[in-house]
């Protein structure tokens, strides 16, 4: 059940007394985040997480729940250090919506979990497209103010003591409108001047009429008309696009017409690692066999056993040892590894048919849940296992590469550092520096399938198409070239089919290209490196998936209040003491 609250916008005025009977300042990066982003938005999606039925106790309130969720991993910590910082930061909690300081306890850290298992990863999606269409709504009103100042909507970003212009002096030469004069030029037209000076004779006459005056000079010259430098590239694709103009359009292609292609879409892929242990075959099936003697256990514990009953035989000591007969080996041979699977498999066969023939006795399920979900991974481990050993192969459908985190799946990428990973594989969009998750999978996925999907969210949340659309070679599909050209989309990358000699336009071209798809690394780069998607941490499917979701409104936080960064330089100069914290500076004022 979820208690409806209508949240009271953003808090535009501080209280005096907040804490400490001081006042919080304002240019603090938690007060300026706090009145920008949409709670009553995201408020009214995370009530839709909650049982309509008005019953039980009330869910905690969504800002509450989302904010601490973005401190985490905005500040990169752990839950239960995450609700220490809540405690003792009166900026924390100002984030969050309270109206007074305290020093109770605000959240749970252990409430952080269930918090990520119930959001569901179309509301996570859903709530990354609220809070950026709230950022670029900002932007564009923070452009069309006078002077390029930004302003906040709660006030001015700066204060008034802070300098608004700025004085810039320089020096140039004003050449004048004269030829380039040369020691022959100069000399002509000194003594062009001492003949003019001279008094002319009185004996002579005026010249006739019929005699030859002055001079005719001819010459030619070619007049440019003001159109850009043609080349072969560019006259064909202006020929193409004025056939499509001549033929007759249906009212939809005029519409879109209207529609003017603007913007670059940049789509790409990547892994996120979960923290496994690197999987071999040997070391799964004896962790499966080890689980399966711990189940074995419970089932023929003391107080379960029927009178005369013996506990079965499960040879753990001798399986143990060999299994580290060869696990020590620093460089086993395949014959060995093979040999030392087959007696694996022999022995957690073994075990299975015991817990089988045990709950068959009973007549009943006598494991508990968590125990139950264990059996069932370790019986799909055993028949991939077996499949792959008789088969003599290494590859299967939905493989199982850890008995912890089972969903977890291993995905080819072909790099040459690290050719296969065991994680989720997510595809991204960016859009002015703004990244959206267009789709996350613990399976592998071709994400050039994504492509018209990609363009299309684009269109609907613009309201026009691309102009560019900047991906690497395994988009450029036909289906996808064909779907782009139709719409007027220029799709970066080289031509299909055998390659041929390419103009300087073509190269400056794919040149450019190449440097505009930067920015999507480099946020590969800054989620890896700074934020969580180096090493999801996380051991459920949704508190992984929550975790790669948090990360991506993260760093679109993280983009948004790059346009502050320069005010910390004014507080450094003052003397304020920050913490540095990702790309931008927060302001810790309990630094001792």
């Known amino acids: 059940m979820y208690s409806w609250k209508e949240i009271e916008g953003q808090l535009?005025?501080?209280?005096?007394?907040?804490?400490?009977?001081?006042?919080?300042?304002?240019?603090?990066?938690?007060?300026?985040?706090?009145?920008?982003?949409?709670?009553?938005?995201?408020?009214?999606?995370?009530?839709?997480?909650?049982?309509?039925?008005?019953?039980?106790?009330?869910?905690?309130n969504a800002r509450i729940a989302l904010g601490a969720l973005i401190i985490q991993a905005l500040l990169n910590t752990t839950d239960e250090m995450t609700v220490a910082h809540i405690e003792q930061n009166p900026y924390l909690q100002y984030f969050l919506g309270l109206e007074s300081y305290t020093t109770e306890p605000i959240i749970e850290s252990s409430l952080l979990t269930r918090i990520r298992q119930r959001i569901s990863a179309e509301d996570w999606q859903a709530i990354n497209e609220l809070v950026v269409d709230r950022f670029k709504k900002v932007e564009k009103a923070r452009k069309k103010t006078k002077k390029g100042v930004p302003r906040a909507e709660s006030g001015e970003l700066f204060s008034k003591k802070m300098p608004q212009e700025q004085l810039i002096l320089d020096v140039t030469r004003v050449p004048s409108d004269i030829a380039y004069s040369t020691d022959l030029e100069l000399k002509e037209e000194g003594g062009k001047k001492e003949e003019k000076d001279e008094p002319r004779a009185e004996s002579e006459e005026p010249r006739s009429e019929e005699q030859p005056q002055g001079q005719l000079i001819l010459d030619a010259t070619c007049v440019p008309s003001d159109i850009a430098y043609p080349t072969d590239l560019e006259l064909k694709e202006e020929s193409r696009e004025k056939t499509k103009k001549d033929e007759p359009r249906a009212e939809s292609e005029e519409l879109r017409s209207a529609e003017q292609p603007r913007g670059q879409l940049i789509l790409d892929a990547t892994c996120v690692p979960s923290d496994i242990a690197y999987p071999t075959d040997l070391d799964l099936l004896n962790q499966a066999r080890e689980k399966a003697e711990k189940i074995l256990d419970e089932l023929y514990a003391p107080g379960k056993r029927i009178?005369?009953?013996?506990?079965?035989?499960?040879?753990?000591?001798?399986?143990?040892?060999?299994?580290?007969?060869?696990?020590?080996?620093?460089?086993?041979?395949?014959?060995?590894?093979?040999?030392?699977?087959?007696?694996?498999?022999?022995?957690?066969?073994?075990?299975?048919?015991?817990?089988?023939?045990?709950?068959?006795?009973?007549?009943?399920?006598?494991?508990?849940?968590?125990?139950?979900?264990?059996?069932?991974?370790?019986?799909?481990?055993?028949?991939?296992?077996?499949?792959?050993?008789?088969?003599?192969?290494?590859?299967?459908?939905?493989?199982?590469?850890?008995?912890?985190?089972?969903?977890?799946?291993?995905?080819?990428?072909?790099?040459?550092?690290?050719?296969?990973?065991?994680?989720?594989?997510?595809?991204?969009?960016?859009?002015?520096?703004?990244?959206?998750?267009?789709?996350?999978?613990?399976?592998?996925?071709?994400?050039?399938?994504?492509?018209?999907?990609?363009?299309?969210?684009?269109?609907?949340?613009?309201?026009?198409?691309?102009?560019?659309?900047?991906?690497?070679?395994?988009?450029?599909?036909?289906?996808?070239?064909?779907?782009?050209?139709?719409?007027?989309?220029?799709?970066?990358?080289?031509?299909?089919?055998?390659?041929?000699?390419?103009?300087?336009?073509?190269?400056?071209?794919?040149?450019?290209?190449?440097?505009?798809?930067?920015?999507?690394?480099?946020?590969?780069?800054?989620?890896?490196?700074?934020?969580?998607?180096?090493?999801?941490?996380?051991?459920?499917?949704?508190?992984?998936?929550?975790?790669?979701?948090?990360?991506?409104?993260?760093?679109?936080?993280?983009?948004?209040?790059?346009?502050?960064?320069?005010?910390?330089?004014?507080?450094?100069?003052?003397?304020?003491?920050?913490?540095?914290?990702?790309?931008?500076?927060?302001?810790?004022?309990?630094?001792?």
């Open 12 to 60: 535009e005025l501080i209280p005096v007394q907040f804490t400490c009977n001081a006042t919080l300042k304002e240019d603090n990066i938690w007060v300026r985040l706090a009145n920008v982003i949409p709670w009553s938005d995201l408020e009214a999606r995370y009530a839709k997480t909650f049982s309509t039925v008005k019953r039980g106790r009330p869910g905690i």
């Open 307 to 592: 009178q005369g009953e013996k506990k079965p035989r499960t040879y753990r000591q001798k399986a143990r040892r060999d299994y580290l007969r060869v696990a020590k080996k620093p460089k086993a041979r395949k014959k060995e590894i093979r040999k030392a699977v087959g007696k694996q498999l022999n022995y957690l066969r073994r075990d299975l048919q015991h817990i089988e023939n045990r709950i068959t006795q009973s007549g009943g399920w006598p494991l508990p849940p968590v125990r139950a979900k264990e059996l069932e991974v370790i019986k799909q481990v055993y028949a991939q296992q077996k499949q792959m050993y008789e088969t003599k192969s290494r590859t299967c459908a939905q493989r199982i590469v850890s008995l912890s985190q089972p969903h977890v799946r291993p995905i080819k990428r072909g790099k040459k550092k690290q050719p296969t990973e065991f994680g989720a594989k997510v595809a991204i969009s960016l859009t002015e520096g703004y990244v959206q998750i267009d789709r996350l999978s613990w399976e592998n996925f071709n994400e050039s399938t994504l492509l018209q999907e990609s363009v299309e969210r684009y269109r609907e949340q613009n309201g026009y198409y691309p102009e560019a659309v900047l991906v690497d070679k395994l988009y450029r599909t036909r289906e996808n070239i064909r779907y782009c050209q139709e719409r007027g989309i220029r799709i970066s990358g080289p031509r299909l089919g055998r390659p041929r000699a390419e103009s300087k336009e073509e190269k400056r071209m794919a040149r450019q290209d190449a440097r505009s798809r930067n920015p999507v690394e480099g946020k590969f780069g800054e989620a890896k490196r700074r934020y969580s998607w180096g090493l999801n941490k996380g051991k459920l499917r949704e508190t992984g998936e929550a975790n790669i979701y948090l990360t991506a409104i993260t760093m679109n936080i993280a983009r948004f209040l790059r346009g502050y960064f320069f005010i910390f330089f004014r507080l450094l100069g003052k003397g304020e003491k920050t913490a540095y914290f990702g790309p931008f500076f927060l302001l810790n004022p309990f630094l001792s």
